[in-house]
């Protein structure tokens, strides 16, 4: 958005910025051993050299001229300007180390000295190591001579004019022909004589101000920042000293400059502060009073926003707004996520039920196709809620400083687009941390006293949005509404890579689920101890783990080794918490007399808020019966294990059984057949050359479901992005690479209950080996992997090209559903060429009535044509974990032909994540107070999600239900249990009461009420 300019005035500019302004680019010297060679620059005048961590110094002695192009220098303050591009920089003036930094704190203006004098000499080191990835630069050298205030120098002037000539070139074109004579008109000649050149120059600057009066309409509002990664190129560890180090030097520098605001987010942050640094926390407490720190953001951490399900996201809220609430006394407005990497369309609705009024991020200036096309916006959420939501300015380098030909460069922007002329800008060093500096806001000051600047001011975000509002007016009133999720174009290889951190976040988020499910039954019929703390704690780890450098895989093996513990430490609290609830309902479950004597009783549990009939497994060799005595149809299976089909097992309740050891061997059973599986409703015929489905026949709907073979695995080469575990190679698909190696096919198992077929292929130095499996009675061919995955640089997709075709298809997203085109038309369409989604996708033809889910347990990277579904499986990127995903894995996915629309993947996909649970009582009671068969909470509309069961965070004997309906549709909430049980009100997502009392949940709104138990239920023990 840069207008161009007269050749003739931007040689004028950089003539008048030469006389107090130099490059020193070109006069560097490297170190080789203990020689010093000229550094050469690159046609882009960068000093360059080799990635992989390796080190440069550059050496230069630096005199400063008696005259720079004429111009007197002596008296001057004078700064060197550093950029770079290096992994770890260290910056030494005459042996002295003055300053450090790495690939985010990459500018400095280091003063050399506050007097030039003649002969002084400044030598100066720079010792860089490159990036890992990356090749390292010296981008930036320059000498400035500055003088102090309220002198000005030729380079303030020259930038104050340039600022001040792009404006009118918008404006007012034909003022830039005066602008022009009169630098042309100044004494050039006279450079060095007495204050000649600088009283012309003075009096070119007063002749000038009326021009920049309309320059004084626009304003910029600074906010200090320092985005910190919690994770990413080093661990969680170093992230809480970078925060400390970041907070103190804030606070400092609000000591010197009054009006110096700063906001952050993170509760998880400053709940670390709080613990660890108290008399830090207390300042910025004060801070926080003072209204010179805003809290902004109020997620517990800046998560991922596509891969984490809708209660997680709703944690991350309920969580962090109540700990600002908690330890500040106020919420925070502004959501703000300004690195993740795309966002779902959910987070209107979860906004504003959390307090929050709007949303800003910078991320989408990142897009690698289509500039986004709004700056500010409401953006509307499945449900119809609206948040506005707001462009932050672009921060492509993890630093945003005071300079003023990128604010007002930014400045133009934002006005051309949103017609408004008041703008945000946040000044400070983020990633590793650092916020503003003192030079930010010294430059800061000096050009907020400049005619021809616009005002610049200090605000908080919040406050900012509000005077925008005061200001733009009717402007606001009619502004483009967004519905759509925010895609970001770039980053797409995040949703597969290091598939590990996605299949914990799926089985943690399930279990979590679960034990708050069970232990808050075990509380309402046999008055346990509700485990709050536990249950929290665990919470708390699963959302920290998905920061949006963690959950989407893109850092470094520390990270991952840290989260790997914490993920495993909360399935293993997961699980106790779950059995120990289940052992509290169990032992007042009724259990009749055995109809054999030795027999042994066990309860299949279901989670779900669905009645469901499945193939389950017992882990030993068993003959199953039913309460009645009646013996069940088993299965053995060569693990060691007994299959048997439950049926009808209630919707969030429970069905006994009974089981008696059988010696028999299962091998014994097994015959062997043709690589065909058959349960009368699919029939699957393998590819004896390829181990592919040769056919998929369903018989249901007399259908073919493919079009050639189906789980096909194909392998394309993935290399030469920049950021290599974030991106895909957007030209991947010409670059295939050649098929797996068909090893063998097994017969496992066939039948009665569950058929099984076994491939094994290899793929150069991989191996893979999928298990074909249907079940009786079920309409599902799960396709169960286990990997040893030994490849760099490959991205392995599996396709399954389908027999008809359909213009759209649907992906399921948090608490919600995305439709895209299979034909995509747009710009945006197309670079839309892989998304993310949750548990399953599904192509439908409406006029055929028919359609195929593709499912999954843990994968979320995926992409359809007019007639084929595809999953990303693996990937191998290098940087910056070098061994992602390598070394061996296991994963399902199935697919899922039916009749009607994407609905019916919705209750299997959460089948398929969330399975029956068998477990065996350590005691019996023949006098329980529960039935052998018995739903504990019925919702009396199995088409509700339950989200989640717990107990009121500030009421102990109330608790919360939260659905939404994921088929999308209008749906009541009448809950009923075996205890009185009656709903009191609705609440928002922190649990504050609304004004409604409707038992109506909205198509994709996520609906919570209070409910309380008629009777007065035992009271909760602290845990």
């Given at each position: 958005?840069?207008?161009?300019?007269?050749?003739?005035?931007?040689?004028?500019?950089?003539?008048?910025?030469?006389?107090?302004?130099?490059?020193?680019?070109?006069?560097?010297?490297?170190?080789?051993g203990?020689?010093?060679?000229?550094?050469?620059?690159?046609?882009?005048?960068?000093l360059?050299?080799?990635k992989?961590?390796r080190?440069?110094?550059?050496?230069?002695?630096?005199?400063p001229p008696?005259?720079?192009n004429?111009?007197?220098?002596?008296?001057?303050m004078?700064?060197?300007?550093?950029t770079?591009?290096?992994?770890?920089a260290?910056?030494?003036?005459?042996g002295e180390?003055?300053?450090?930094?790495?690939?985010?704190?990459?500018?400095?203006?280091?003063?050399?000295?506050?007097?030039?004098?003649?002969?002084?000499?400044?030598s100066v080191?720079?010792?860089?190591?490159?990036?890992?990835?990356d090749?390292g630069?010296?981008?930036?050298?320059?000498?400035?001579?500055?003088?102090?205030?309220?002198?000005l120098?030729?380079?303030?002037?020259?930038?104050?004019?340039?600022?001040?000539?792009?404006?009118?070139?918008?404006?007012?074109?034909?003022?830039?022909?005066?602008?022009?004579?009169?630098?042309?008109?100044?004494p050039?000649?006279?450079?060095?004589?007495?204050n000649?050149?600088?009283q012309a120059?003075?009096?070119?600057?007063?002749?000038?101000k009326?021009l920049?009066?309309?320059?004084?309409?626009?304003?910029?509002?600074?906010?200090?920042?320092?985005?910190l990664?919690?994770?990413?190129?080093w661990?969680?560890?170093?992230?809480w000293?970078?925060?400390?180090?970041?907070?103190?030097?804030?606070?400092?520098?609000?000591?010197?400059?009054?009006?110096?605001i700063?906001?952050?987010?993170?509760?998880?942050?400053y709940?670390?502060m709080?613990?660890?640094?108290?008399?830090?926390?207390?300042?910025?407490?004060?801070?926080?009073?003072?209204?010179?720190?805003?809290?902004?953001g109020g997620?517990?951490?800046?998560?991922?926003?596509?891969?984490?399900?809708?209660?997680?996201l709703?944690?991350?809220?309920l969580?962090?707004?109540?700990y600002?609430?908690?330890?500040?006394?106020?919420?925070?407005?502004?959501?703000?996520?300004?690195?993740s990497?795309?966002?779902c369309?959910?987070?209107?609705?979860?906004?504003?039920?959390?307090?929050?009024?709007?949303f800003?991020?910078?991320?989408?200036?990142?897009n690698?196709?289509?500039?986004?096309?709004?700056?500010?916006?409401?953006?509307?959420?499945?449900?119809?809620?609206?948040?506005?939501?707001?462009?932050?300015p672009?921060?492509?380098?993890?630093?945003?400083?005071?300079?003023?030909k990128?604010?007002?460069?930014y400045?133009?922007?934002?006005e051309?687009?949103?017609?408004?002329?008041?703008?945000?800008?946040?000044?400070?060093?983020?990633?590793h941390?650092?916020?503003?500096?003192?030079?930010?806001?010294?430059?800061?000051r000096?050009?907020q006293?400049?005619?021809?600047?616009?005002?610049?001011?200090?605000?908080?975000?919040?406050?900012?949005?509000?005077?925008?509002?005061?200001?733009?007016?009717?402007?606001?009133?009619?502004?483009?509404?967004?519905?759509e999720?925010?895609?970001?174009?770039?980053?797409?290889?995040?949703?597969?890579a290091?598939?590990?951190?996605k299949?914990?976040?799926?089985r943690?988020?399930?279990?979590?689920?679960?034990?708050?499910?069970?232990?808050?039954?075990?509380?309402?019929?046999?008055?346990?101890?509700?485990?709050?703390?536990?249950?929290?704690?665990a919470?708390?780890?699963?959302l920290?783990?998905?920061?949006?450098?963690?959950?989407?895989?893109?850092s470094?093996?520390?990270?991952f080794?840290?989260?790997?513990?914490?993920w495993?430490?909360?399935?293993?609290?997961?699980?106790?918490?779950v059995?120990?609830?289940?052992?509290?309902?169990?032992?007042?479950?009724?259990?009749?007399?055995?109809?054999?004597?030795?027999?042994r009783?066990?309860?299949?549990?279901?989670s779900?808020n669905?009645?469901?009939?499945?193939v389950?497994?017992i882990?030993?060799?068993?003959?199953?019966?039913?309460l009645?005595g009646?013996s069940?149809?088993?299965?053995?299976?060569?693990?060691?294990?007994t299959?048997?089909?439950?049926?009808?097992?209630?919707?969030?309740?429970?069905?006994?059984?009974?089981?008696?050891?059988d010696?028999?061997d299962w091998s014994?059973?097994?015959?062997?057949?043709?690589?065909?599986?058959?349960?009368?409703?699919?029939?699957?015929?393998?590819?004896?050359?390829?181990?592919?489905?040769?056919?998929?026949?369903?018989?249901?709907?007399?259908?073919?479901?493919?079009?050639?073979?189906g789980?096909?695995?194909?392998?394309f080469?993935?290399?030469?992005?920049?950021?290599?575990?974030?991106?895909?190679?957007?030209?991947?698909?010409n670059?295939?690479?050649?098929?797996?190696?068909?090893i063998?096919?097994?017969?496992?198992?066939?039948?009665?209950?569950?058929?099984?077929?076994?491939?094994?292929?290899n793929?150069?130095?991989?191996?893979?080996?999928?298990?074909?499996?249907?079940?009786?009675?079920?309409?599902?061919?799960?396709?169960?992997n286990?990997?040893?995955?030994q490849?760099?640089?490959?991205?392995v997709?599996?396709?399954?090209?389908?027999?008809?075709s359909?213009?759209?298809f649907?992906?399921?997203?948090p608490?919600?559903?995305?439709?895209?085109?299979?034909?995509?038309?747009?710009?945006?369409?197309?670079a839309?060429?892989?998304?993310?989604?949750r548990?399953w996708?599904?192509?439908?033809?409406?006029?055929?009535?028919y359609?195929?889910s593709?499912?999954?347990?843990?994968k979320?990277g995926?992409?359809?044509?007019?007639?084929?579904?595809r999953?990303?499986?693996?990937?191998?990127?290098?940087?910056p974990?070098?061994?992602a995903d390598?070394g061996?894995?296991?994963f399902?996915y199935?697919?899922?032909?039916?009749?009607?629309?994407w609905?019916?993947?919705?209750?299997?996909?959460?089948?398929?994540?969330?399975?029956?649970?068998v477990?065996?009582?350590?005691?019996?009671?023949?006098?329980?107070?529960?039935?052998?068969?018995?739903?504990?909470?019925?919702?009396?509309?199995?088409?509700?999600?339950?989200?989640?069961?717990?107990?009121?965070?500030?009421?102990?004997?109330?608790?919360?239900?939260?659905v939404?309906?994921?088929?999308?549709?209008?749906?009541?909430?009448?809950?009923q249990?075996p205890?009185?049980?009656?709903?009191?009100?609705?609440?928002?997502?922190?649990?504050r009461?609304l004004?409604?009392v409707?038992?109506?949940?909205?198509?994709?709104?996520i609906?919570?009420?209070q409910?309380?138990?008629?009777?007065?239920p035992?009271a909760l023990?602290?845990?």
């Amino acid at each position: 958005m840069t207008p161009s300019l007269p050749q003739e005035l931007v040689q004028r500019l950089d003539q008048l910025r030469s006389l107090s302004e130099v490059s020193i680019q070109d006069a560097w010297f490297i170190r080789q051993g203990e020689t010093l060679i000229p550094a050469a620059p690159n046609e882009k005048g960068y000093l360059v050299w080799e990635k992989g961590r390796r080190p440069a110094e550059f050496i230069q002695e630096i005199t400063p001229p008696e005259l720079l192009n004429a111009y007197p220098t002596q008296g001057s303050m004078l700064r060197l300007a550093l950029t770079w591009w290096a992994e770890a920089a260290e910056i030494y003036v005459n042996g002295e180390f003055v300053q450090g930094g790495d690939l985010f704190d990459s500018k400095t203006r280091i003063l050399l000295t506050p007097n030039v004098q003649i002969g002084q000499r400044f030598s100066v080191a720079l010792k860089l190591i490159s990036p890992g990835h990356d090749i390292g630069g010296l981008m930036e050298s320059r000498l400035i001579f500055e003088k102090p205030e309220p002198e000005l120098e030729p380079s303030f002037v020259a930038d104050e004019l340039t600022v001040l000539s792009q404006y009118l070139a918008q404006s007012a074109p034909e003022q830039l022909e005066a602008l022009t004579a009169g630098l042309a008109e100044l004494p050039w000649d006279k450079l060095g004589e007495n204050n000649v050149f600088d009283q012309a120059l003075s009096a070119l600057r007063e002749r000038l101000k009326p021009l920049a009066q309309d320059l004084k309409r626009r304003s910029f509002h600074l906010l200090g920042h320092a985005h910190l990664d919690l994770a990413w190129l080093w661990p969680l560890r170093e992230t809480w000293e970078a925060a400390e180090r970041t907070f103190r030097s804030v606070l400092s520098l609000q000591e010197e400059f009054p009006d110096l605001i700063f906001g952050h987010t993170s509760p998880a942050l400053y709940e670390w502060m709080e613990i660890n640094r108290p008399e830090l926390f207390e300042k910025i407490k004060t801070a926080v009073q003072n209204r010179r720190w805003e809290l902004l953001g109020g997620m517990w951490v800046e998560p991922d926003v596509n891969l984490p399900g809708a209660e997680s996201l709703v944690r991350q809220l309920l969580y962090g707004q109540r700990y600002f609430l908690s330890r500040f006394g106020q919420l925070a407005k502004v959501a703000w996520l300004p690195d993740s990497f795309g966002f779902c369309q959910q987070l209107p609705q979860l906004f504003k039920q959390a307090g929050i009024e709007v949303f800003f991020t910078g991320k989408l200036h990142w897009n690698d196709t289509n500039q986004f096309p709004h700056g500010i916006f409401n953006w509307q959420a499945p449900d119809g809620t609206e948040c506005l939501t707001l462009m932050s300015p672009p921060n492509l380098a993890g630093v945003m400083d005071t300079q003023p030909k990128p604010m007002a460069d930014y400045g133009r922007f934002w006005e051309a687009q949103t017609g408004l002329t008041a703008m945000l800008w946040l000044p400070g060093v983020g990633d590793h941390g650092g916020g503003p500096s003192r030079d930010m806001w010294r430059v800061k000051r000096r050009w907020q006293n400049s005619p021809f600047f616009p005002q610049i001011k200090t605000s908080r975000a919040e406050d900012y949005v509000r005077q925008l509002q005061t200001e733009a007016g009717d402007k606001l009133d009619n502004l483009p509404v967004w519905t759509e999720d925010l895609y970001l174009e770039l980053h797409r290889g995040c949703y597969t890579a290091h598939g590990d951190q996605k299949q914990y976040n799926r089985r943690s988020e399930y279990l979590l689920y679960e034990a708050e499910l069970w232990s808050s039954f075990a509380v309402w019929f046999t008055g346990a101890a509700y485990p709050r703390q536990a249950l929290e704690n665990a919470w708390k780890k699963v959302l920290l783990n998905q920061f949006h450098d963690i959950l989407p895989g893109t850092s470094i093996p520390e990270v991952f080794e840290d989260a790997n513990a914490d993920w495993s430490q909360v399935l293993q609290t997961g699980e106790a918490l779950v059995n120990q609830a289940l052992e509290a309902l169990s032992s007042r479950i009724q259990f009749p007399a055995p109809s054999r004597s030795q027999a042994r009783p066990f309860v299949v549990f279901n989670s779900l808020n669905q009645t469901r009939s499945e193939v389950v497994a017992i882990p030993y060799l068993a003959q199953v019966f039913d309460l009645e005595g009646n013996s069940l149809t088993t299965q053995f299976t060569p693990a060691g294990e007994t299959l048997f089909r439950c049926e009808n097992i209630p919707a969030l309740g429970y069905g006994n059984y009974w089981l008696l050891a059988d010696s028999a061997d299962w091998s014994t059973r097994l015959n062997s057949f043709a690589p065909i599986l058959d349960n009368g409703l699919l029939k699957v015929t393998l590819d004896a050359a390829t181990g592919e489905i040769a056919s998929l026949y369903d018989y249901r709907h007399r259908r073919d479901v493919f079009d050639g073979n189906g789980n096909q695995l194909q392998f394309f080469r993935d290399q030469g992005q920049y950021w290599d575990a974030w991106n895909i190679d957007p030209d991947y698909e010409n670059y295939p690479l050649e098929s797996a190696e068909l090893i063998a096919i097994k017969v496992l198992e066939n039948g009665p209950l569950r058929w099984r077929l076994r491939v094994e292929k290899n793929f150069r130095d991989s191996r893979f080996q999928q298990d074909y499996v249907l079940e009786v009675q079920s309409p599902l061919l799960k396709i169960i992997n286990r990997v040893r995955w030994q490849e760099r640089q490959v991205l392995v997709k599996v396709a399954f090209p389908l027999s008809f075709s359909a213009d759209t298809f649907t992906a399921e997203t948090p608490g919600a559903v995305r439709v895209r085109p299979t034909r995509p038309q747009t710009p945006q369409e197309k670079a839309q060429w892989e998304i993310p989604h949750r548990q399953w996708l599904d192509l439908s033809n409406p006029d055929l009535n028919y359609g195929v889910s593709l499912l999954n347990d843990c994968k979320y990277g995926a992409d359809a044509g007019p007639n084929r579904l595809r999953l990303s499986l693996l990937r191998g990127s290098l940087w910056p974990d070098p061994q992602a995903d390598w070394g061996d894995c296991e994963f399902t996915y199935a697919l899922l032909p039916h009749g009607g629309d994407w609905r019916g993947a919705v209750p299997v996909g959460n089948q398929l994540n969330c399975p029956l649970r068998v477990y065996f009582p350590a005691t019996l009671n023949p006098d329980g107070a529960l039935p052998p068969r018995q739903s504990l909470l019925a919702l009396n509309n199995e088409s509700l999600g339950l989200l989640a069961l717990k107990p009121l965070e500030d009421d102990s004997q109330a608790w919360v239900i939260r659905v939404n309906d994921p088929l999308g549709q209008q749906s009541e909430l009448n809950p009923q249990a075996p205890v009185p049980l009656r709903v009191e009100r609705r609440l928002d997502l922190l649990e504050r009461p609304l004004d409604s009392v409707s038992d109506r949940v909205n198509p994709w709104e996520i609906a919570t009420f209070q409910v309380r138990l008629g009777k007065k239920p035992p009271a909760l023990p602290t845990v």
